[in-house]
């Protein structure tokens, strides 16, 4: 094996993911930008972690948050401008951009039940749940998105939120229109969504372009609660450019 003094920066990040127990799949080796932009490597983050990095200024329950503060499935998170927070919450992990709040909830402190986007952007991961654990739900100004063990990006905004089933299934339901709702099966950001605040019955919901989040970023945070995705090995895939 090279030294560590005489590995490139691409060498040096992928071997600090087997290290850390990450697999280096074709798929795992699409991290290497976003650890570098980060300047940490992901790894299964400990029972008393909850944030893997945090960027501006972040609130948890209405008070400035830092590296240490824990997060618990009934709390409130938000960020100001320029601000983000990728962290975890019992077997979920989310990434909170920039002039967003998520009000959490939950049966236990560890365990989601569902979540509230009032504003903003957010990547999440969702760890299956047990036949005894609640349906996860996450609500936006206009839907509302029954989940399992899937992948979602979603955003809120007065008019319409925006919803991309990542990987595994939702089902999507307009909160003005009930009549609007689809069950959306996805194996790789194939349905993306508009959900509108009003329009014509039965079709407040829209195809969508894939915007706005990337697969490195799903593979971050999986890895931070032990997982991979689903299409860690795909080859040969042209990735959307972000625009936050």
């Known amino acids: ?14 071997q600090a993911l087997v290290l850390s127990g990450y697999s280096l799949t074709a798929g795992s080796a699409l991290l290497s930008p976003l650890v570098h932009a980060l300047g940490k490597v992901p790894k299964q983050l ?20 830092n590296s240490k ?6 709390d409130t998170v938000e960020t100001e401008s320029n601000s983000q927070l990728i962290f975890v919450v019992g077997k979920d992990a989310h990434i909170l951009r920039e002039n967003s709040k998520v009000i959490f909830s939950g049966e236990q402190d560890k365990i989601e ?32 998105i029954g989940i399992r063990g899937t992948g979602v ?6 008019d319409h939120s925006y919803v991309c089933t990542c990987y595994g299934q939702t089902a999507i339901q307009a909160n003005n229109d009930k009549t609007s709702l689809e069950i959306v099966s996805a194996v790789h950001h194939d349905s993306p969504r508009y959900v509108l605040a009003d ?9 969508a372009p894939m915007k706005n989040h990337t697969d490195e970023e ?7 609660v032990g997982r991979n995705t689903p299409f860690s090995s795909l080859m040969g895939y ?7």
Do not use: C
């Open 218 to 224: 799903l593979m971050l945070i999986e890895a931070l």
């Open 69 to 74: 503060t824990i997060i618990t499935a009934n």
């Open 1 to 14: 094996m090279k030294s560590f003094q005489s590995l490139s920066r691409r060498e040096w990040l992928q």
């Open 153 to 158: 990006y979603a955003e809120s905004f007065n």
């Open 238 to 244: 042209s990735k959307p450019r972000r625009t936050y």
């Open 113 to 144: 039940s569902g979540l509230q986007l009032t504003k903003g952007k957010l990547l999440s991961v969702f760890g299956k749940r047990q036949q005894s654990e609640k349906e996860h739900k996450i609500k936006t100004t206009t839907a509302t």
């Open 199 to 207: 329009g014509r019955s039965g079709n407040f919901i829209e195809s």
């Open 46 to 65: 400990s029972a008393d972690e909850s944030i893997f990095t945090l960027s501006g200024k972040v609130k948890v329950n209405g008070q400035a948050a």
